[in-house]
């Protein structure tokens, strides 16, 4: 992995998270334990802080920034990602805030000053346009995202399923990692 400081500030790992070689991260980033990154994603927290949480995974090809702040928008948007969330390949997360047991398909943007609530599906290929408020425990899909249904009990417990899925496979890689395969 490649991890570069940038104006006095290190990304952060705590323990057990696993981040593939290809992956690049930069400047205020911190990751909770038992999190992964998967290959070529980037995160980049180069003019603001990207906070990411426990047992979350970050899915191939992903980019992560922020909103810097600005005259325009004075305090900026950090981007924030709560626990058990897992955020499929390819997905665009720029300066909004995720919160818990979230499943964010593949290919999804979701723009600057969003909010998911805990407990939220977005399909794939979605957009969540800026300031837009996703509510806890209901599907969203489409471009723009339009709430569809609400979950199924069986959805609302996969969020923990997946999340401890990807928690067994990153440990995988580290045993494989730490043998020197």
Known sequence: MVMKSFRGNTPKLAERVWVDESAVLIGDVEIGKDSSVWPLVAIRGDMHRIRIGERTSIQDNSCLHITHASSYKP???PLEIG???????????HGCKI?????VGMGTTILD?????????????????????????????????KKVRALKESEITY???AGLNYVKLKDEYLAEQAAGK
């Open 75 to 77: 305090e900026g948007h």
């Open 99 to 103: 919160g818990n047991k979230v499943l």
């Open 159 to 161: 969020f923990q399923y």
């Open 113 to 145: 000053g969003a909010v998911v609530e805990d407990e939220v599906i977005i399909g794939a290929g979605s957009l969540v346009p800026p300031g837009k408020r996703l509510e806890s425990g209901f599907m969203y899909l489409g471009s723009p995202v």
């Open 83 to 93: 626990d058990d969330v897992t955020v499929g390949h390819m997905a665009m997360l």
